[in-house]
């Protein structure tokens, strides 16, 4: 009888993706230098761990695994996320702006109604130099780029596909394009109490800042690089298109992979490329752009989607994997709300997205194609869906590793001077206390 390799794969299997987890809590916090020149090494030492006993025990097969999270899942991801940073780090927003709480607010909430068309990454990457440049001046700014992260990195990609990878996922298993629109009720029941807890917190610390000498006075606010807004609708326009277009596929190194998506990262590149080319270094040097945030998290994501396998693994095992009781706990919409987020809040929120699609679709239309399973879960079934969208969506902002652009904002705020939590400290003084009675009111409006 052939068995998945979800259903073969021991729990302690996934020991090296907490080992990379560990150590990118810990050793910032300890060997802050010494991480800083070492993490590709870390990254790669945890990478090996794992993949050497898993090629030794599982041979092809796991040589297969391991092509396939990097040539279906890693090298898009990254391709994206460079694009991106490229064509973002290419608009400068020149002139005096002014880190008040009212100038700070409205820029998260700009941010936040971006996030859902032009993703969380390219909303992240376009408005974190501003906040960080607003805010130059001030003392106590963590907490602005903390919120940020909350906002703009992960709430505020819940209204379309486009918005946070789950989404568009579920966009490509047939849930229709803009029922993501339902998230509208849960999404603005977090979005303004987070708002308003911002508010009232940044007005309570700049009323302790010692004022600048200049304030009231200032350049006008202008925009260079407004090409490179060309190259961002091309971003986008090449991920919808991607799951729209159906041209075949072929295989390379034993593994399918689309034309479509293929297609896309190659124009993806060309985005990037032209940016590049056609934006003056004066532009992005006062842009404060530079390699470092793509690389730290190009190094340590790496390292994460090769030991990561295991858990991913099991979780698609379902019922017949090492996760069984945690998977059969998912009976009501609240319980699919929690665990999807809990698991999107480490693991990576799509394929936790889909697992748990699966499961409600198994669990109530089994045996339908996929097209009618989704159809009659949204007509009977809603808030299952919607449990399911929201969790991943709204708990990638519980970490720093929850969802990208949480890492690429921490990075380059770090490469602005800003002195940003630990892994750990992120989730203590700001995430658990901030978001977790928050995510209860959703479940009590919307999961009871």
């Known amino acids: 009888m052939h068995h998945s390799l979800g259903e073969t794969l021991p729990l302690w299997s996934a020991l090296p993706f907490l080992g990379i987890l560990l150590s990118i809590a810990l050793f910032p916090l300890f060997a802050p230098r010494w991480w800083h020149h070492r993490f590709p090494q870390v990254s790669a030492f945890w990478a090996v761990v794992f993949a050497l006993p898993f090629v030794w025990v599982y041979r092809g097969q796991a040589l297969h695994e391991i092509l396939h999270i990097y040539l279906i899942d890693y090298i898009p991801f990254i391709i994206l996320l460079w694009a991106l940073f490229v064509v973002a780090g290419g608009i400068l927003v020149r002139g005096t702006l002014r880190g008040t709480p009212q100038l700070n607010t409205l820029m998260l909430l700009i941010g936040t109604a971006l996030a859902s068309w032009m993703g969380t990454t390219g909303a992240s990457m376009i408005m974190i130099r501003p906040v960080l440049r607003a805010n130059d001046w001030r003392r106590r700014k963590v907490h602005v780029i903390i919120f940020f992260i909350f906002l703009v ?250 969802n990208a652009p949480n890492f690429m904002v921490r990075s380059i705020a770090e490469e602005a001077g800003v002195a940003m939590p630990s892994f750990f400290g992120y989730m203590v003084r700001y995430s658990l206390p901030v978001l977790l009675p928050i995510f209860v009111l959703v479940t009590v409006f919307f999961f009871r």
């Open 153 to 402: 990195s992960n709430i505020g990609g819940s209204l379309t596909p486009l918005g946070d990878p789950p989404l568009f996922l579920g966009f490509l298993h047939t849930v229709p394009f803009f029922w993501t629109l339902h998230l509208l009720s849960p999404m603005l029941v977090v979005a303004l109490p987070l708002l308003a807890i911002f508010f009232v917190m940044d007005l309570f610390y700049y009323r302790r800042e010692e004022k600048p000498a200049a304030e009231g006075k200032g350049e006008r606010l202008r925009i260079e690089g407004l090409h490179n807004l060309i190259f961002l609708a091309g971003v986008v326009g090449a991920v919808l298109a991607s799951g729209m277009w159906r041209a075949g596929t072929f295989y390379f190194l034993g593994t399918e992979l689309r034309v479509e998506f293929v297609a896309r990262d190659v124009f993806l590149l060309l985005m990037g490329f032209l940016s590049l080319k056609t934006t003056r270094e004066e532009t992005h040097r006062d842009n404060g752009f530079s390699w470092f945030p793509i690389k730290e998290v190009g190094f340590l994501f790496a390292g994460i989607f090769m030991t990561i396998i295991p858990m991913l693994a099991i979780l698609k095992a379902g019922e017949h994997g090492a996760l069984r009781g945690l998977v059969a706990l998912a009976k009501h919409p609240a319980q699919y709300f929690w665990i999807t987020g809990g698991l999107s809040s480490f693991l990576d929120n799509a394929p936790t997205y889909l697992t748990f699609l699966n499961t409600a679709l198994g669990a109530y239309f089994p045996g339908l194609p996929e097209p009618e399973a989704v159809a009659g879960l949204i007509r009977e079934r809603e808030s299952y869906l919607l449990a399911i969208s929201t969790g991943a969506v709204f708990m990638g902002a519980n970490t720093y590793i929850g």
